[in-house]
């Protein structure tokens, strides 16, 4: 394929932001918002180009790049992107430009702020676009860095602690995922994905069982997924974030966890994949009940969406170890839907946190008389992740419980199905609840004259409804890329 900087673009594009913000002297908080704005905007038309761009027909591995890189180890800088990244790196550039808009108002350490926001995304991207596995890990690992310092200056409550743990429990990951990448050079000789992937390689020296460096680079995914019982830095992770913070997080950070499962995992180990696939099911039943579970039981609304998270991630864990078409495409939809819906989540939380200064389930009602309109999105969001007809949330999981209850690559996955769907039972409980307890009720006067949304935050709202309904619609308008990226790993599984 015809070689382009497209994806190195995309990518670096932030990168040169967050340099020209921390080196240059002098620079105001007005042109370093706007700098940020203006930046993360290009890398998201190029994105959105890129998407257009992609050949339907052709499918694979397009836009790609590679360039010797370490020669010693046969290290590439190897960029592409097929059906499976393509629409992730579209959600990340688009929450990139969109959290930039939500810290408009921080006005505490602007310019390191506003650095570390842009090379968070950065990171992200890469991830996505990496088909060496020592780049991927390079990106998987520089994103710590940004997400560490957003936590443990500009967030609330326990945020030191919070952020710590979030350090800790990523390089707990990294660990294993080190080894298994290393287990993988020394095994096949190879850093590159595809090549490792498509078993064009032979066997240098088999160093482990293939299940053991499975199971290293699993527990590596689970943990940023995240999975039980590896999901507890998660919850005060959300917590304590700042709201972009939050919103990166949930939206496109713990993405990387699902990814990764398909993209390594699933595509290079498809009949360890198989054998294990009854067990991982199992942690993703778990993961969707004890989630929702654990979220009926919060009082605090972030704690409460960062809960909701760790069970709509089961659902992605689900579809990804069911093993066929229809649930891998379910769980890549899944991902993408859960990206904007609780992405839109935080955000109006953390809206309406700093306009009525209180987070407190017990101690709010009648908001939606004060604040209409962020009360109807934050509304259109939470029906959206109980699986509301119409929105990207009933078409994620309906494709992915179609997929998982018709597959046959694992023995009684229609149970594990059955069992999943109770978690659509519990979010609509606790969903309801929290929009209830929030904007109805009884109107409580302390909040009489309370902001609603100025007009640059009805822009990011309503960017982010438009696209949770259009994909709610049309689906097709996604799945057809995803499929495209499923197809040939789902010929690997032979499901």
């Known amino acids: 394929m015809e070689f382009n900087y497209f994806l190195t673009i995309i990518i670096f594009l932030p990168v040169a932001g967050a340099a020209l913000i921390a080196s240059i002297p002098g620079l105001s908080a007005r042109v370093i918002r706007w700098s940020s704005a203006v930046l993360t905007f290009a890398s998201l038309m190029l994105s959105i180009c890129v998407f257009c761009g992609y050949d339907r027909v052709l499918g694979g591995i397009q836009f790609e790049e590679k360039a010797s890189w370490i020669q010693a180890i046969s290290a590439n800088y190897h960029l592409g992107v097929d059906g499976l990244s393509l629409p992730l790196v579209l959600l990340t550039a688009f929450l990139g430009f969109i959290v930039v808009l939500i810290s408009w108002k921080v006005n505490v350490r602007v310019r390191e702020y506003f650095a570390w926001l842009l090379l968070l995304e950065a990171s992200i991207l890469g991830v996505f676009c990496s088909l060496d596995l020592l780049l991927f890990f390079i990106f998987w690992e520089i994103e710590v860095i940004p997400m560490y310092f957003l936590i443990s200056i500009w967030g609330t409550g326990r945020k030191d602690y919070s952020s710590i743990k979030y350090v800790l429990y990523t390089l707990f990951g990294s660990a294993f995922m080190l080894a298994g990448i290393l287990s993988l050079y020394f095994t096949t000789g190879s850093l590159s994905m595809v090549d490792i992937s498509e078993g064009g390689l032979g066997m240098v020296q088999s160093i482990m069982p293939a299940a053991s460096i499975f199971w290293l680079l699993i527990i590596a995914f689970a943990v940023k997924l995240p999975v039980f019982p590896l999901h507890t830095w998660l919850p005060d992770a959300h917590t304590d974030a700042p709201t972009a913070g939050s919103v990166m ?247």
């Open 249 to 495: 997080l949930a939206g496109a950070l713990i993405k990387m966890g699902g990814y990764g499962m398909i993209r390594v995992c699933v595509s290079i180990f498809p009949d360890v994949a198989r054998s294990f696939a009854p067990m991982l099911m199992t942690l993703a039943v778990i993961s969707i009940l004890y989630g929702a579970a654990l979220t009926l039981r919060q009082t605090d609304l972030k704690r409460m969406i960062a809960y909701s998270s760790v069970s709509h991630m089961g659902y992605v864990l689900l579809g990804i170890f069911a093993l066929n078409e229809i649930s891998l495409t379910g769980a890549g939809l899944q991902m993408l839907s859960h990206g904007l819906l609780t992405g839109l989540l935080f955000a109006m939380a953390g809206l309406m946190i700093h306009n009525v200064e209180e987070r407190d389930l017990r101690k709010l009602g009648g908001l939606a008389r004060q604040m209409p309109v962020i009360a109807i999105v934050f509304s259109i969001a939470g029906l959206g992740s109980l699986g509301l007809p119409l929105t990207s949330g009933f078409a994620a999981e309906f494709i992915t419980f179609i997929g998982s209850f018709s597959s046959t690559a694992v023995g009684g996955a229609e149970v594990f199905t059955i069992l999943a769907v109770l978690g659509v039972v519990l979010a609509a409980g606790y969903i309801l609840w929290m929009i209830q307890r929030t904007f109805y009720g009884p109107v409580l006067e302390q909040y009489n004259g309370v902001k609603d949304a100025d007009n640059l935050e009805k822009v990011y709202m309503f960017a982010f409804v438009i696209l949770i309904m259009i994909i709610g619609i049309y689906p097709a308008i996604v799945t057809d890329i995803i499929r495209l990226g499923i197809s040939p790993i789902v010929g690997l599984i032979g499901g």
